[in-house]
């Protein structure tokens, strides 16, 4: 659950975007910049709502922050393809808890939109997986957000390397 960040100087506002890297206090007008704010090697920062926040992201895990809203459907997309060819004939998912961690995330992508999504090594692996599964069976689709597509990808990629490289 992201927390917003107070205010350094009045203590009471919250910082809202004013510009690229620029954000400003609601109450007393102080501004800062995402340099000025440190955060802890499992933190990350993200605005929501307007309202620059800090977001825990434990070991491995990573903040997926969409966009634009047409995102969160075009992964549950694949998930819930890959989920139904899995029932029919299993071999998308190869264990149990993936297939339990497909389903948590496809309720995750319906309950919020929005973002940001903190997502461990393994709903990453799942996620990608299912883009695969859309990709071999429905390639138009599929390829309808890329950027996005390889945003995802980056994260699954940076969730399997090790805390030292």
Request: proline share 8%; glycine share 4%; net charge negative.
């Amino acid at each position: 659950m992201p927390v917003p960040i107070l205010c350094d100087w009045c203590r009471e506002g919250r910082y809202q975007v004013r510009a690229a890297d620029t954000y400003v206090c609601q109450v007393c007008g102080n501004q800062t910049t995402r340099a000025a704010l440190p955060v802890g090697d499992d933190e990350r920062l993200v605005t929501v709502a307007g309202i620059l926040q800090i977001l825990d992201a434990p070991d491995g895990h990573q903040v997926i922050t969409p966009d634009r809203r047409c995102y969160a459907p075009h992964l549950g997309a694949s998930l819930a393809l890959a989920l139904r060819l899995h029932q029919a004939r299993p071999g998308a998912f190869s264990r149990p808890e993936e297939v339990e961690a497909a389903e948590d995330l496809l309720a995750l992508l319906d309950a919020d939109e929005f973002g940001p999504w903190v997502l461990s090594p393994l709903h990453l692996d799942v996620l990608v997986r299912a883009m695969d599964v859309r990709s071999a069976a429905l390639p138009s689709t599929a390829q309808q957000h890329p950027e996005f597509d390889a945003k995802v990808r980056k994260a699954h990629a940076d969730s399997r390397r090790l805390p030292d490289q």
